[in-house]
């Protein structure tokens, strides 16, 4: 079955083969209405927010809420402070949200019985199983400059995916360390096992400029692939790319 | 990275000859270690062949000319954002790798820098760009457009 859920601002894909529970899809993608309605910086009554206006302490906050800071926290120790979820005074959880929120759904798909799915949370993806037997799945980077074309296409198999960019939005991902938006990168792509690290990689790599793909592959084991402002590819880590 | 780094980042490239982008462009080396830099100004130049030096130095002279096998290391060039240095690896006239060996870190910090794709994997990335794709990877969208990619990619192999 193939699954379209709006939520986040993004859009979720679900591409899940074999027989299909229909409640335990559902209750996988409620996972990220709850996370939508909890971390949501653009929701006023979100218990971010709250956090964010001071009228929630943050020691009174949610198991969710406090698990998503602290892994923020580490991830911000870790990079030197080059990723932060604290930005002018504010709190902006979602350079980790949606990748956290991915994971925890697919967490859950696995343990309600799913085997083969790609679960594909605004660009950021894991996968699990096999899309069909004897095949792997593989996971295509969307080219920065060039939106219908691929940058490379990548032998996934189980794993996660995330890919950070200023192309999309004109955004600005901002290097925690000087409060400027970073320009070395043009995108941003970290490969691991898990999709929160993946997600927060991204973000933390595109932040930290030149030398982020080596922090991240050194650090985390992750795998990167980036492409600069100039068009040139760099790739830390071991990648298997795909050939038919 | 400031926007000014761009420009010594391009510097490099230039110095460099350009070999290594992800259009798999590989320039021939020239026997002056393709000194001669300059050209139009474009900060987001994706195939290279142009480009801006933001550096102020002298030209870039390789130690020796290249030959088959050769590594040689650049001039270092002194920019308003720090000195940089590239040392390029030549088989006959071509380039096959390009790594800068040092470059202006940013605010003091020690500045581990990125090793850039080699020719022969900038070959194994372009060649994936055609193989099946079960689900596609990038910045977050919002847009339909994307929406209708991602899902006439799954329906491709379904």
Redesign the interface.
């Known amino acids: 079955m193939?699954l379209?859920h709006r939520v986040m601002?993004?859009?979720v894909?679900l591409?899940l083969r074999g027989p299909a529970d229909d409640q335990l899809v559902a209750r996988a993608l409620e996972i990220f209405d709850d996370a939508d309605a909890r971390f949501s910086p653009f929701r006023a009554d979100s218990e971010l927010s709250r956090i964010g206006r001071g009228e929630l302490a943050l020691d009174e906050a949610s198991q969710e809420m406090q698990e998503v800071l602290e892994l923020a926290d580490a991830f911000e120790r870790a990079s030197g402070g080059a990723f932060t979820v604290w930005r002018d005074g504010a709190l902006d959880a979602n350079g980790i949200v949606?990748g956290w929120a991915a994971q925890r759904a697919a967490d859950a798909l696995v343990a309600g019985g799913a085997t083969d799915f790609?679960l594909?949370a605004?660009?950021?993806?894991i996968?699990r199983g096999a899309?069909e037997p004897g095949r792997r799945?593989?996971?295509?980077?969307?080219?920065?400059?060039q939106?219908n074309?691929?940058?490379?296409?990548?032998v996934l198999g189980e794993g996660a995916?995330?890919?950070?960019?200023?192309?999309?939005?004109g955004?600005h991902i901002v290097?925690g360390?000087?409060g400027?938006a970073?320009?070395?990168w043009?995108?941003v792509?970290v490969i691991d096992t898990d999709l929160t690290v993946a997600d927060v990689l991204a973000t933390t790599v595109f932040a930290m400029?030149?030398?982020g793909?080596?922090?991240a592959h050194e650090e985390f084991d992750a795998s990167v692939v980036?492409?600069?402002?100039?068009?040139?590819?760099?790739?830390?880590g071991h990648v298997t790319?795909?050939?038919? | 990275?400031?926007?000014k780094?761009?420009g010594t980042?391009?510097f490099a490239?230039i110095m460099a000859g350009l070999s290594?982008?992800?259009?798999g462009r590989m320039l021939a080396g020239s026997g002056t270690g393709a000194a001669e830099a300059g050209g139009t100004s474009s900060?987001?130049?994706?195939?290279?062949g142009s480009?801006s030096s933001s550096g102020s130095g002298s030209s870039p002279r390789s130690s020796s000319g290249p030959s088959s096998g050769d590594t040689v290391m650049g001039s270092v060039e002194q920019t308003r954002f720090g000195p940089v240095q590239v040392k390029v690896t030549f088989d006959g006239a071509k380039i096959t790798d390009v790594t800068v060996v040092q470059?202006p870190s940013?605010?003091g910090r020690d500045?581990?820098?990125?090793?850039?794709?080699t020719p022969l994997?900038?070959q194994?990335?372009?060649?994936?760009?055609?193989?099946?794709?079960?689900?596609?990877?990038?910045?977050?969208?919002?847009?339909e457009?994307?929406?209708a990619s991602?899902?006439s990619?799954?329906?491709a192999?379904?």
């Not at chain 1, 790319?241 to 038919?244: D, I, L, Q, T």
């Not at chain 2, 500045?111 to 794709?117: H, R, S, V």
Request: net charge neutral; charged share 15%; proline share 2%.
């Open positions: 193939n379209t601002g993004t859009v894909l591409d949606k790609c594909n605004g660009g950021d993806l996968t899309p799945w593989q996971a295509g980077i969307r080219h920065p400059m939106g074309r691929m940058l490379g296409v990548v995916m995330a890919t950070s960019g200023s192309y999309e939005r955004a290097d360390r000087s400027e970073s320009a070395h043009s995108s792509t400029g030149s030398a793909p080596r922090w980036a492409l600069d402002q100039l068009g040139r590819l760099a790739v830390a790319w795909a050939r038919g | 990275m400031s926007r780094w761009q980042a391009l490239a290594v982008t992800v259009a900060s987001t130049s994706v195939t290279g480009g470059a940013g605010g500045e581990m820098l990125t090793q850039y794709a994997l900038a194994e990335v372009i060649a994936s760009q055609s193989a099946k794709v079960d689900t596609i990877s990038g910045a977050t969208y919002t847009s457009g994307y929406l991602v899902q990619a799954i329906d192999h379904t």
